[in-house]
């Protein structure tokens, strides 16, 4: 991987995507060995991602980690209208439930979560339960393709063991595709380091 400052205070990074994974984890800490923030799951073939407006003067490290696993089948959701996310009374359906038992490596095909259901709470709410199947998650991810758009993208990164999860949908999500993934995350690449300039 490889990092250029376009800017003062922007960054842009370059990398070779590896083959087979389902997709690139691009992550950034302030400090080499500091705690790493997520900046975007990245589709398969991309291969750079710029980071912007970044605060003047300061150290900025990066990686990519491709991540692999089987996803489940997939689920259409047509959410009514509206753009209200009512307050939610009694207990909360947008939680996490993590009872997974699941008995099969990610690397398998049988890893993939079963029986995915999407229920449509109100008009920007869905609650999503399904099987585990997997015994060595790094943890789930609930993907979602908008109608009309060309890639799935990362809607929620979820623990392992995870089997139900409520989402808040975004205003292009009205009417969707939606899938979960068992995944692993694969080796790090190296670190690329750039400190910004002045504003």
Do not use: C
Not at 31 to 45: H, I, N, R, S, T
Not at 80 to 103: L, Q
């Amino acid at each position: 991987m490889t990092s250029e400052l376009t800017s003062p205070t922007d960054v842009t990074l370059h990398w070779r995507p590896e083959a087979g994974a389902a997709g690139q984890v691009v992550e950034y800490a302030n400090a080499a060995d500091g705690e790493y923030v997520v900046l975007e799951f990245a589709p398969p073939a991309r291969n750079s991602f710029k980071h912007p407006d970044l605060i003047p003067e300061t150290q900025f490290y990066y990686r990519v980690r491709p991540f692999s696993g089987p996803s489940s089948a997939t689920v259409d959701v047509t959410l009514p209208p509206g753009d209200e996310t009512p307050e939610i009374e009694g207990p909360d359906w947008t939680a996490p439930r993590k009872d997974g038992k699941g008995t099969h490596p990610v690397a398998s095909p049988e890893a993939a979560a079963v029986n995915l259901k999407a229920e449509v709470k109100h008009a920007n709410g869905i609650l999503f339960t399904w099987e585990d199947q997997a015994s060595d998650e790094d943890g789930y991810l609930i993907e979602v393709k908008p109608a009309g758009a060309a890639d799935y993208r990362v809607a929620v990164q979820l623990d392992p063991d995870t089997t139900s999860y409520g989402v808040i949908t975004l205003p292009d999500e009205k009417t969707a595709t939606y899938r979960v993934r068992a995944f692993r995350f694969g080796a790090a690449s190296n670190l690329t380091h750039q400190t910004t300039g002045k504003a």
